[in-house]
């Protein structure tokens, strides 16, 4: 398991660019949005926590069509289907690998963008910290979508199609947390456990969805 998770780290950050485009995906998104809301500070420090998560779900979208790609096309996916170790444990193991090689950089970014919508210190932490806890939903709800797609020749937009309605209670309760801590009378502690249990929910869902998808697929 350590091996094929350090492989599928190599293979996620080489592979279109890896974890450069999706921050640079992330970051364009961003930075444009101030050109068309206009200069204004105070308006871009409310909507802030909102919109570095939305283009983070964006960025996070892009990559998922390539988590069982390359397996496919190397003919490892066979292998992996033949192994003695479930299939449910690799695929955790390979949405991890993904995770830390595309969305983790994501997290790291998130505090210069937090900058650039003129969010203060706080909001910044706390879209941070909802994005590391966050983030790994989305993946393991790509993982699903992903499998279902394998053996599409072009399932990247099917993927994004199948996985953003999915992913709309990881943004709800994420700008929902981000926002609580920055609004004196709303609790923190609320919406941040829903994000924390829905997060654990689909890392038991998300590779039980794709482990039984590529079975399908496979035969």
């Known amino acids: 398991m350590i091996a ?10 080489r592979a279109g660019g890896g974890a450069l485009i999706g921050v640079l995906f992330f970051m364009t998104v961003v930075a444009v949005i101030p050109f068309g809301v206009g200069p204004d500070l105070n308006l871009l ?16 979208l892009l990559g998922l069509d390539r988590l069982f790609q390359a397996d ?10 033949m192994q003695e170790t479930p299939l449910v444990f690799t695929v955790f193991v390979k949405c991890l ?6 969305s983790l950089p994501l997290v790291a970014a998130s505090p210069l963008l937090g900058l650039f919508m003129n969010m203060n210190e706080v909001a910044i932490g706390a879209v941070m ?5 966050g983030s790994p939903a989305i993946t393991f709800i790509g993982a699903a979508g992903a499998a279902v ?4 020749p072009r399932g990247g937009l099917l993927v994004s199609i199948l996985v953003l309605p999915l992913a709309i209670p990881v943004l709800i309760f994420g700008v929902s947390a981000s ?8 609790p923190f502690m609320p919406p941040f ?3 924390i249990a829905i997060t654990l929910f689909f890392a038991v869902i998300g590779p039980l969805a794709a482990a039984l998808a590529l079975r399908n697929a496979s035969d």
Do not use: N, Q
Not at 97 to 102: G, Q, S, Y
Not at 129 to 133: D, F, I, P, R
């Open 4 to 13: 094929l998770f350090f492989r599928d780290l190599k293979l996620s950050v």
């Open 45 to 60: 420090s409310r909507i802030g926590p909102a919109i570095v998560w939305i283009g983070a779900l964006l960025a996070a």
């Open 72 to 81: 496919r096309d190397d003919g490892s996916l066979d292998l992996i289907l």
């Open 97 to 102: 690998a993904h995770w830390t090689a595309t």
């Open 129 to 133: 910290l909802t994005l590391l806890v």
């Open 149 to 152: 797609a394998v053996a599409l």
């Open 179 to 186: 926002y609580a801590a920055v609004e004196e009378p709303a």
């Open 193 to 195: 456990l829903f994000l």
